[in-house]
């Protein structure tokens, strides 16, 4: 009797560790280099939210904003190793891993508004370039929004000559490059965390992003001016580990699918709002000017870049670039 007891005792013991190992969650953590205000940042929250109700807690999903783990190039090396599971990079910053179509949405005036944007995504070139990651070790399970790119500065920059000789702070896109290459200007790869003292120090005079972006990292404050170009363009894609997505209980997997639709739907129907947010919260900080470009600036800035959709052929695929024209015309 004395033995069973301690027989029992003895399994339980062994059982323990077993049965804890058992309920510990599957831990996704989701590391992303903007603030948690932004539309990156609440479709983060929201996922996490949704990822862990539908998995009944099963999984617990660790959101880390602003770079506080990782910056853009080594988010990527990261998950990559499988130090973080889930990311949602901009179009712009597959490049340095060897993914370089997704820099065809960089090309200037390229999209008119986001319905054009969704025909490429939401049809089949968007499916057939979310399996691109595949290759590189991770899995593309869904583009997000964040919205359109307005050009800033410390001197008003309204048509081409503006940009001549500026130097200008840009994500990891050979598009990009060209781009402000293109303008005259000096285009300068920096991750994103380093804008803000990179325009406060003058190591850079300008840079190009969303009114989102720009509000949140108060880049308004040490910019004199921002140009409502609206010529570009910066969403995100999410990407998750693909051995850790592969290794996921089936029943797992799908829960987790339909908490990143879910979450899609909502992060992409409130970027735009965002953005407008942030625009009149700039504005009402009376901290910066705004400048609205002529519709003849605007066309000789049209007129200077359109080289690149030849140029860039070479770097993101010709047959892409024409596709894509074609699916947002
Ligand atoms: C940038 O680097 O300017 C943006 O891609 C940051 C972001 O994630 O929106």
Known sequence: RQWLVGAAAAAALIAAPAAALAQQPIVIKFSHVVAPDTPKGKGAEKFKELAEKYTAGKVKVEVYPNSTLYKDKEELEALQLGAVQMLAP??????????????????????PN???????????????????????GMVGLAYWDNGFKQMSANKPLKSPADYKGLKFRIQSSKVLEAQFRTLGAVPQVMAFSEVYQALQTGVVDGQENTWSNMYTQKMHEVQKFITETNHGYIGYVVVVNKKFWDGLPADIRTQLDKAMAESTQYANNQSAKENEDAKADIVKSGKTTILTPTAAEVAE????????????GKRVGKELIDEVVKAVG
């Open 90 to 111: 901009s179009n712009s910053k597959f490049g340095p891993i060897g993914i370089k179509e997704f820099e065809v949405f960089d090309l200037p005036f390229l999209l």
């Open 114 to 136: 986001l319905d054009a944007l969704r025909k490429v995504t939401e049809g089949p070139i968007g499916k057939r370039m979310l399996k691109l990651m595949d290759s590189k």
């Open 301 to 312: 800035m049209r007129k200077t870049m359109a080289p690149l959709y030849d140029d860039m």
